[in-house]
């Protein structure tokens, strides 16, 4: 179905709008819970794809405006990762595992990204972007089962992360509806996103937090 460029924009900049908030919310919570509230892989996959599509291969406005906007938030998270990441995941890696977990974690997430650019010619990122996005929406899952209690976590991030993504699934689907790799990530990444807001909406519950009220 074809979309008109004024309707393209406003999917880009909606996804845009609720990832940038979805950011926000997660740096609120990481200082206000002395935690980092995105698993490390994501946030190595995150910053991989965000430094390839806004200084390698920036595409045009307003998707260069609101990656560069992602890449700035997204540091700040590392910043908090680096602060409280140790205390967070020693469940996980030994103190002395932590900084080479994450070198390896970029190093991966990098490798990544380009190959899979240059290999299928993905200019803009799609495969890469919807990929990441599916190890996100699994591992923000994960992190929830992991963890005892709901530091660093939201139902604001949690509903606004779903939306962010199901924005460009939209997009991408009109624009590309015979991919099935693409309809398979658009799929799986809605049906953990929900999985997460229905675990973590119980978790709220089960800890005695309104979960409306925890913005």
Known sequence: MPLSPELIDMLKIGSGIFW???YILIIKHGFQDHTCGMPLPALAGNLAWEFTFSCLLPPRAPAIYINVVWLALDLVILAQLLRFGKNA?????????FYLALLLAMVTAFGAVLTVTFEFQDWD???SVFGINLMMSILFVVMLLQRKDIAGQSMYIAIFKMIGTLLPSILFFALYPGSPLLNFLYVMILIFDWLYIFLLYAKH?????????RL
């Open 125 to 127: 990122g799609i495969y």
């Open 89 to 97: 995941l020693k469940n996980i890696l030994p103190g002395n595992w």
């Open 205 to 213: 519950r089960e800890v005695g937090v309104n979960p409306w009220t």
């Open 20 to 22: 940038t908030l979805v």
